[in-house]
C-alpha cells in the first residue's frame, strides 16, 4: 500500500486546483458526435417510453373486454 501512495503526487496545491478547473478542450468533431450521441440515446429512450406506454394501454384494453389472457388467440382461428 505504501508503493501506491507514493506514485500519487501533485508537484504544488496550485497544479491539483488548475486540474479541477481547468476546462476541458475537445475538438469540434468529438463535440459534434458527442451531440449526436446525445440526441441518439434521447430519442431511443423517448421511442421506448411511448412503446411501453402503446403495449399499456393494449393490454389495459384487453384486460377490460376479456378477464382472462392466454397463449392462444381463438379469434384468429375463426
Sequence with gaps: MESL???????SPQQL?????SPIKESKEAERNRYIQIYVLFGLAGLGCFSNIVVGVL???KCRRKRRFTN???SLCT
Design 5 to 11: 501512495i507514493g506514485v500519487i503526487r501533485f508537484e
Design 17 to 21: 486546483e488548475n486540474n479541477l478547473t
Design 59 to 61: 393490454l389495459y384494453q
Design 72 to 74: 392462444l388467440d381463438y
